[in-house]
């Protein structure tokens, strides 16, 4: 792909995002989105044959930013990679990105039929990746060992998607607080473990969301 057609790429999608935003799915067209970002309709559809994928595409880049988001956090303090303050960390990162937030959200206005769309178009290599974090975190003794791994995803994925559904716009601090010191109680031997520990932990996530992440880039690299 060329800088150009990359950089087209991406100013197409940020007016697609903006208008989104503001209108909502069902009344957002191609042609005002070619308007908005100062392109023809023509060479919109050189990067996306139709208006559902240009959408679903937006979408992407959003999941991609926000798993990159985190993987910086982590970088910079490798401590938040135990599970709780992950899961306090990634639950602002979402709330703060009104189109990732906008699926758990009773008002369909954003999203309207897309949101559908969101859950079958997800690479299933997210969950596999997740799974490998969990199992990482039990094998060095931060988070508990008495249930399968997919029988915890399973539940830690009711809770968090629980807390997103939500209303957290109030004070999204406090919501994050109780959604950690809740996955702390449920799913780990303590909420404050050696530091020694969650660090020799922290390169196994780290790649693991740093790949992750990579995987929605080049996901969106093929979409442009």
Do not use: C
Request: hydrophobic share 45%; glycine share 4%.
């Amino acid at each position: 792909m060329t800088e150009d057609r990359r950089e087209r790429a991406e100013r197409i999608l940020d007016a697609a995002a903006d208008l989104l935003l503001r209108h909502g799915y069902r009344r957002v067209t191609v042609e005002d989105v070619a308007e908005h970002a100062g392109v023809g309709k023509g060479t919109l559809y050189l990067h996306w044959k139709t208006r559902e994928q240009l959408f679903l595409a937006v979408m992407l880049r959003e999941a991609a930013r926000s798993i990159e988001d985190l993987t910086q956090a982590f970088e910079d303090d490798p401590e938040l990679t135990l599970l709780h303050r992950m899961t306090r960390t990634q639950f602002l990162n979402v709330v703060r990105r009104p189109l990732l937030h906008a699926p758990y959200l009773a008002d369909s206005g954003v999203l309207g039929k897309l949101a559908a769309k969101l859950h079958d178009n997800q690479d299933p290599r997210h969950h596999e990746a997740f799974l490998d974090y969990l199992r990482s975190q039990a094998e060095h003794g931060l988070i508990r060992t008495d249930l399968k791994v997919e029988d915890l995803a399973t539940a830690y994925q009711a809770v968090l998607h629980g807390f997103l559904l939500a209303p957290a716009a109030a004070d999204p601090e406090a919501a994050a607080g109780l959604l950690a010191d809740t996955v702390a109680r449920a799913f780990q031997p303590t909420a404050s473990p050696p530091a020694s520990k969650v660090r020799a932990a922290a390169p196994d996530a780290i790649a693991l969301f740093r790949a992750t992440a990579e995987i929605d880039r080049a996901n969106l690299r093929r979409a442009y």
